[in-house]
């Protein structure tokens, strides 16, 4: 059973760092890219970073880049965020994803991708 299990979630405060860590397990996510989105209640879910299935590249939304990075270890089968100068808007769930299809490019859609983790809860305190 494919498993994804977010971890490093909790009060940050404003102009801090986040630092998120998402463990796989169930089977290798090697071919396939992984992410990461946001959700707030009463609000879409909201893409925030993904990594190709290679490592070699990296996307990021529009309101994290410069802040953000994504990596991934293939040998621990994990995916990492780190944002910098976090603000309270960036308040959520964060949620880690893998792709639907190996070999793919990369994608921002939250339709491209099917395991989703149940979520880690960040609160940056202003």
């Known amino acids: 059973q494919v498993q994804l299990v977010e971890s490093g979630g909790g009060l940050v405060q404003a102009g801090g760092s986040l630092r998120l860590s998402c463990a796989a397990s169930?089977?290798?996510?090697?071919?396939?890219?992984m992410g990461w989105f946001r959700q707030e209640p009463g609000k879409e879910r909201e893409f925030v970073a993904v990594i190709s299935w290679s490592g070699a590249r990296t996307t990021y939304a529009n309101s994290v880049k410069g802040r953000a990075t994504i990596s991934r270890d293939k040998f621990k089968n994990t995916v990492d965020l780190q944002i910098n100068s976090v603000n309270p808007e960036e308040t959520g769930v964060y949620c880690c994803?893998?792709?639907?299809?190996?070999?793919?490019?990369?994608?921002?859609?939250?339709?491209?991708?099917?395991?989703w983790g149940q979520g880690t809860q960040v609160i940056v305190s202003s």
């Open positions: 169930g089977r290798t996510f090697d071919h396939h890219f």
């Open positions: 994803t893998t792709s639907r299809s190996p070999f793919a490019p990369e994608e921002t859609g939250g339709e491209y991708f099917g395991s």
